[in-house]
């Protein structure tokens, strides 16, 4: 996934996807602004990586 950000110029996306019956991975939907914030598992971690992020400035 990280190369399908990278060709579309994203450093964040929420990745929609679903896992069929054989355990494949399908992408259904690249959101450059998606919310991430109602997964309490990953709400912290997504918060503060893109705190890291927007101070950095950059993905290098």
Do not use: C, Y
């Not at 950000?5 to 355990?23: C, M, N, P, Q, T």
Request: avoid cysteine; hydrophobic fraction near 50%; proline fraction near 2%.
């Amino acid at each position: 996934m990280r190369t399908l950000l990278d060709r579309l110029g994203l450093v964040f996306a929420a990745l929609d996807l679903i896992v069929d019956s054989k355990g494949a991975h399908h992408l259904v939907d690249v959101n450059a602004n998606g919310q991430w914030a109602w997964i309490n598992r990953t709400r912290e971690p997504i918060t503060h990586a893109l705190a890291d992020l927007f101070e950095k400035g950059t993905t290098a």
